[in-house]
């Protein structure tokens, strides 16, 4: 019996390789027929029929709201503190149900394209430990003897569990579907994840054989989450038919003994959950299973379940807590959250080629960015790590990925601006924030060359001051840290005036919680304000004790490898470890961040890393100053926080900044749906072309108004 050998997709129709797994009972031999198939994209999508969010809101009673599930349905949140709970249906029974009742997908929409019905594995390679073999026959020929393929214990064990006793099952599997060994048809199929799992049947989730607490862990999941949703908009709540409402709860314990947490942390640890490639093929489908051994549950439920249980810090043993902070980051994938907050996720993970960091998650990114990302593993590492910030330049104009930049984990002797996504980052490093919680480049246009051969990137923006202290690295909770916490703070704290205007006292207490206060919310908000703060850290200081009260109000005040620093002018901010005397702080058009940059010979810098600076988070660096009475708030809608201006003696909002003035007259403000640009862009009316950038932060046109910009 020889191996088996590939024959050759046909790249043209666009064939994949099918599995058609023989039956058989669990011991018996594993057999299979490979099969090639064109995989086309839909003639015609399937039509979403129901009335947009935004003209269902208008619809419902005062106080109710219109939020999208995970599933994709609507659910309808009734007001706060009612006792009313949230329901699938409209308050008004007189609403037709097609208005907002998610459609039931046809079992004919397999026939809009040109494939075998089939399912698509996701599990995870494991090691080349006790390796098992299948059999391929050739389906042309059943006479002919099969060919033997090696594949690894863990898939085997898969497929065992996966294979019905009377039929065949026919899946998509990479280790059989993929040829391995032909790099060119890798790098191929790989760019083709998007359409793979998306257009299968279902999707199915190997995390590997029964254990002793495995079935306690999945029904507690399955359990817990019946009792709430978890809605896009990145909130949450009681589930329509709760038995338990009160269970999304941050403060509300759960009735769980050590041992059923202690299940799900196992579970947690089982590889497949520590696997990069994998986060793709569950969210890209919502027909997705998850198998332990025989038991299995719907993908939603966990992801449900895990998103939420994330937020109840405050009642989650230590283990799970840490486990969760850092693997729940992938399931917040867009629209939940930015996709810069998914590579932070994938610098936890694990991966066998580091490539993978990136070409492991191209089928959550911006099919636009994915259309500038060549998947070749033949190119250095670092390369295809740069290439992702040349490819947000491009496409969106924006320079973010420097963001995830840091001088202390940078690629040896490669460019400074090309993020390093082999190292892990912990902790709460302001570059990483979910949510677009910041524009310190307000909005404008980035302006970067790359200059080769070599590979320096200029780029345009505004050095504003230069570091002269910088503080011990910080590590640990606000009671850990309370003895550098003291010796920063203002000596006088009632009296001195910050650089930007306001006391000082109340800058210094924004850096500690990177900007997580209230005052720049809109509407009911759960965060302390910065007076609140300030007030709470004069009275320990002067006292000499830490109570209860301002601990809990320093909550989101933690540090894992940062240091606080100022500059010669009197700015306060914090930053990863790396920093150093002479550094400057800088904002860069296109980055959200202001960025601190170490400058080098012949009028180059290097990146040190991005930083958190009171009074130039939100475009101070790049516009006039906004006069009183009118302040910044950030409403946040679709995981963007938007500037809005409010006027503090009348209560007016505007949503257009009256700093600016009015827009150019090719130019008008529209709402998008696009889960990958803001809920509101900028559309040029001779053109039609969109973008996320207002015009009137062009390089130009800040110049215009009188600011300096500098070339780096």
């Known amino acids: 019996m020889a191996p088996y050998i590939y024959n050759e997709l046909e790249a043209e129709v666009g064939e994949l390789r099918l599995v058609d797994l023989q039956p058989g009972s669990y011991h018996d031999t594993l ?67 097609k208005t907002y009742e998610l459609p039931k997908r046809s079992a004919d929409d397999a026939s809009l394209w040109h494939v075998p019905p089939y399912e698509a594995l996701s599990y995870t390679w494991g090691t080349t430990d006790n390796e098992d073999y299948v059999y391929v026959a050739d389906p042309a020929d059943p006479s002919q003897t099969s060919s033997w393929l090696r594949v690894r214990a863990n898939l085997a064990n898969a497929l065992r569990h996966l294979r019905y006793p009377d039929r065949q099952r026919t899946l998509w599997v990479d280790a059989i579907s993929i040829n391995q060994a032909d790099i060119h048809e890798r790098g191929r199929q790989v760019k083709r994840m998007s359409q793979i799992y998306p257009l299968s049947d279902s999707v199915i989730i190997w995390i590997g054989p029964e254990s002793e607490d495995s079935k306690l862990a999945l029904k507690t999941l399955r359990h817990f989450s019946e009792q709430v949703e978890y809605i896009i908009t990145h909130r949450w709540g009681d589930a329509p038919n709760a038995q338990e409402r009160d269970w999304w709860r941050d ?6 003994e050590a041992k059923t947490w202690k299940s799900i942390v196992s579970l947690l640890h089982r590889p497949w959950f520590e696997r990069v490639w994998v986060l793709q093929e569950a969210l890209s489908s919502d027909r997705v299973l998850l198998q332990c051994g025989r038991d299995s549950i719907p993908w939603v439920n966990v992801r449900k379940a895990l998103l939420v249980l994330r937020q109840k810090t405050s009642v989650l043993p230590p283990d799970i807590r840490g486990r969760l902070f850092t693997y729940a980051r992938g399931l917040m994938a867009p629209p939940l959250a930015s996709s810069e907050h998914l590579l932070l996720w994938t610098r936890n993970q694990k991966c066998t080629d580091p490539h993978d960091r990136i070409y492991g998650i191209l089928g959550l990114l911006d099919p636009r960015i994915v259309a500038k990302i060549e998947v070749d593993y033949s190119i250095p590492v ?61 909005r404008s246009s980035a302006v970067a060359k790359l200059i080769e051969p070599a590979y320096h990137l200029q780029v345009t923006g505004r050095h504003l001051d230069t570091i002269c202290r910088v503080s011990h690295s910080l590590n640990g909770t606000f009671p850990e840290v309370i003895d550098e916490i003291f010796d920063w703070t203002p000596r006088e704290s009632r009296s001195d005036i910050y650089i930007s205007g306001g006391l000082s006292i109340d800058a210094y207490v924004e850096v500690l919680v990177r900007g997580r206060t209230s005052d720049r919310a809109q509407g009911n908000n759960p965060c302390p ?36 620093f100022s500059t010669r002018e009197g700015y306060l901010g914090i930053s990863a470890n ?16 202001p960025m601190i940059l170490r400058p080098g010979h012949s009028d180059q810098f290097e990146v040190v ?9 939100l475009g101070e660096a790049l516009k006039p100053p906004l006069k009183p009475p009118w302040r910044d708030v950030l409403p946040v809608t679709r995981g963007w926080a938007l500037s809005y201006f409010i006027n503090g003696q009348t209560g007016e909002i505007l949503k257009d900044d009256p700093r600016l003035g009015p827009l150019p007259n090719i130019w008008e403000e529209i709402e998008t749906l696009d889960p990958f640009l803001p809920p509101f862009v900028f559309r040029n009316k001779e053109n039609g072309h969109v973008s996320m950038n207002d015009p009137r932060m062009s390089a130009e046109a800040i110049k215009q108004r009188g600011t300096i910009l500098d070339t780096f």
């Open 529 to 564: 304000s910065i007076r609140q703060l300030s007030e709470h850290l004069i009275q320990a200081i002067a006292s000499g004790e830490l109570d209860e009260e301002v601990t809990r109000k320093f909550k989101d005040c933690f540090f894992v490898n940062e240091c606080l």
């Open 31 to 97: 057999q299979c027929n490979n099969i090639h198939c064109p995989l086309l994209e839909p003639k015609a999508a399937a039509k979403d029929e129901r009335l947009p969010i935004s003209k269902l809101q208008r619809s419902v009673p005062d106080g109710w709201i219109v939020e999208q599930t995970l599933e994709g349905r609507y659910l309808f949140m009734s007001p706060r503190h009612s006792g009313i709970p949230n329901s699938w249906k409209h308050p008004d029974a007189n609403i037709d149900e």
């Open 251 to 256: 403060g509300h314990r759960l009735p769980y």
């Open 609 to 617: 890393g991005p930083c958190f600076v009171h009074g130039l988070m």
């Open 578 to 593: 790396g920093l150093q005397e002479g550094d400057e702080v800088s904002v860069i058009l296109g980055c959200d961040f």
């Open 382 to 442: 670092w390369k295809t790590y740069s290439r992702l910030v040349l490819a947000e330049q491009e496409v969106y104009q924006k320079l973010n990925m420097l963001n995830h930049c840091n001088i202390t984990t940078r690629c040896e002797e490669h460019p400074s601006w090309g993020p390093n996504w082999e190292q892990p980052i912990e902790g709460a490093n302001t570059g990483y924030l979910s949510i677009r919680r910041f524009y310190a480049s307000a």
